[in-house]
């Protein structure tokens, strides 16, 4: 019997699409191929196949994403679009000569972009009334930060499909594009050519736009574009990697970016965090000990009536058919919205510490990102176990 490759491969990607993989790792080793999902951030063995089968697998895979079939001595990407169940998928392919041969990593661009919105993220609904109430003044820099992990493009098209594309004009500078949005206007970044952000941005300025997302901030230019963007009535988002809205002042006047210039060009920062939700089939109910009941009061600040039963949720060890036995389904974002307020802006004009931003933050009545995480762990959505290996001890 042959090796029938397109029906096997088209088994990969729709078992990637119904366990909800970002990522198809496709690693050779001296006999074997490893093909492995990335599953809400973490590793799934998928298969292990015959090294025979590689070089069928690639040169199929490089006529799929348009990629030099000869080449194999030298890291090449592309891209292709495929139709699995009568629904688009678009997949960037990269590969990466190694020891035992071709090595390929393919990222599925989210499918699903219609579902996302600001309600849908994890964000509540105080968070979501000041990141409409920034947006909608269509002015300024909107930063998302995050540590580790992705998440914020999700963040930011949920910003972005706030505004109405035939009344406003959208352009995008991305390295990669993650979200295909047909009245969005994307540009790939190519620093090959010298098309990096802060060269995009200057270009973008001159084509009339009214929102303008830069897909992150790496240096003093595109911070200082980006914020002089913001003055003269442009709406800018884009993303720094920061683990909060203190953090991301700190970095960005690291970066050589004038306070001066944050004040009057930064208006937000939303700092966030994935995690993995418990699947809702086969979590299990528990009641925390007296010194959990104690580290949520301290994280919380307030104290838990003694009459009150707290009740958290932990995951299963076996786990369900409903989570393919991964006990956790999809991920929810736990999130910081940092306003500037006029108090935070003369800190920041002085130069204080992280620490002291931060404390300005509470006294703001800003909720941090461990706060909302034991949030949402009452709320019986994710596991304190699984917020801590996030964040740390809370
Ligand atoms: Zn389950």
Same mark, same amino acid.
């Given at each position: 019997?042959?090796?029938? @490759?397109?029906?096997?491969?088209?088994?990969?990607? *729709?078992?990637a699409i119904k366990y909800k993989a970002s990522d198809?790792?496709?690693?050779?080793?001296?006999?074997?191929? &490893?093909?492995?999902f990335r599953v809400n951030g973490k590793?799934v063995?998928?298969?292990?196949?015959?090294?025979?089968?590689?070089?069928?697998?690639?040169? =199929?895979?490089?006529?799929?994403?348009?990629? =030099?079939?000869?080449?194999?001595?030298? !890291? #090449?990407?592309?891209?292709?679009?495929?139709?699995?169940?009568?629904?688009?998928?678009?997949?960037?392919?990269?590969?990466?000569?190694?020891?035992?041969?071709?090595?390929?990593?393919?990222?599925i661009?989210n499918p699903e972009s219609e579902s996302i919105s600001?309600e849908s993220i994890g964000l509540?609904?105080?968070?979501?009334?000041?990141?409409?109430?920034?947006?909608?003044?269509?002015?300024?820099?909107?930063?998302?930060?995050?540590?580790?992990g992705s998440g914020?493009?999700t963040t930011?098209?949920s910003?972005? =499909?706030?505004?109405?594309?035939?009344?406003?004009?959208?352009?995008?500078?991305?390295?990669?594009?993650?979200?295909?949005?047909?009245?969005?206007? &994307? *540009?790939?970044?190519? &620093?090959?050519?010298?098309?990096?952000?802060?060269?995009?941005?200057?270009?973008?300025?001159?084509?009339?736009?009214?929102?303008?997302?830069?897909?992150?901030?790496?240096?003093?230019?595109?911070?200082?574009?980006?914020?002089?963007?913001?003055?003269?009535? &442009?709406?800018?988002?884009?993303?720094?990697?920061?683990?909060?809205?203190?953090?991301?002042?700190?970095?960005? @006047?690291?970066?050589?970016?004038? !306070?001066?210039?944050?004040?009057?060009?930064?208006?937000?920062?939303?700092?966030q965090q994935l995690i993995r939700k418990l699947c809702p089939h086969c979590k299990?109910?528990?009641? !925390?000990?007296?010194?959990?009941?104690? =580290?949520?009061?301290?994280?919380?600040?307030? *104290? @838990?009536?003694?009459?009150?039963?707290?009740?958290?949720y932990?995951e299963?060890?076996?786990g369900c058919i409903e989570c393919n036995y991964l006990w956790f389904k999809g991920r929810i974002g736990i999130f910081?919205?940092?306003?500037?307020?006029?108090?935070?802006?003369?800190? @920041? /004009?002085?130069? #204080?510490?992280?620490?002291?931003?931060?404390? #300005?933050?509470?006294?703001?009545?800003?909720? *941090?990102?461990? #706060?909302?995480g034991?949030?949402k762990a009452?709320q019986w959505a994710i596991s /304190?176990?699984e917020l801590?290996?996030s964040?740390?001890?809370?």
């Amino acid at each position: 019997m042959t090796f029938d @490759i397109e029906r096997w491969l088209s088994t990969i990607f *729709s078992d990637a699409i119904k366990y909800k993989a970002s990522d198809i790792h496709i690693v050779p080793e001296d006999k074997n191929v &490893h093909i492995k999902f990335r599953v809400n951030g973490k590793f799934v063995k998928y298969r292990t196949i015959e090294i025979g089968i590689l070089e069928t697998l690639v040169g =199929k895979l490089k006529i799929m994403s348009n990629l =030099k079939m000869e080449e194999s001595r030298l !890291p #090449q990407d592309g891209s292709f679009t495929m139709i699995l169940d009568g629904k688009e998928i678009c997949v960037r392919a990269s590969t990466m000569p190694t020891l035992f041969g071709e090595k390929v990593v393919m990222r599925i661009l989210n499918p699903e972009s219609e579902s996302i919105s600001l309600e849908s993220i994890g964000l509540n609904p105080l968070q979501i009334r000041k990141v409409k109430e920034y947006a909608k003044r269509k002015n300024g820099l909107i930063l998302v930060v995050w540590p580790t992990g992705s998440g914020k493009s999700t963040t930011i098209l949920s910003i972005l =499909k706030e505004f109405n594309p035939d009344e406003f004009s959208i352009s995008t500078l991305e390295d990669p594009i993650e979200y295909r949005v047909k009245w969005i206007a &994307h *540009s790939q970044i190519n &620093h090959g050519i010298g098309f990096n952000f802060s060269v995009g941005l200057r270009s973008i300025l001159r084509q009339d736009p009214d929102i303008i997302m830069v897909g992150e901030i790496r240096d003093v230019e595109t911070a200082k574009f980006s914020m002089e963007a913001g003055i003269t009535w &442009h709406l800018v988002l884009s993303t720094l990697h920061a683990n909060s809205g203190a953090n991301s002042i700190q970095r960005l @006047i690291s970066l050589g970016t004038e !306070p001066n210039m944050i004040i009057s060009g930064l208006k937000l920062i939303i700092s966030q965090q994935l995690i993995r939700k418990l699947c809702p089939h086969c979590k299990r109910k528990y009641v !925390p000990d007296a010194n959990v009941r104690k =580290k949520i009061e301290s994280v919380l600040r307030e *104290s @838990i009536p003694p009459g009150r039963e707290v009740t958290l949720y932990e995951e299963n060890e076996l786990g369900c058919i409903e989570c393919n036995y991964l006990w956790f389904k999809g991920r929810i974002g736990i999130f910081e919205v940092f306003e500037l307020t006029r108090e935070m802006k003369m800190l @920041i /004009l002085s130069k #204080q510490s992280e620490n002291t931003l931060d404390d #300005q933050a509470e006294r703001d009545g800003i909720v *941090s990102l461990r #706060q909302d995480g034991i949030m949402k762990a009452l709320q019986w959505a994710i596991s /304190l176990k699984e917020l801590e290996s996030s964040i740390g001890d809370v």
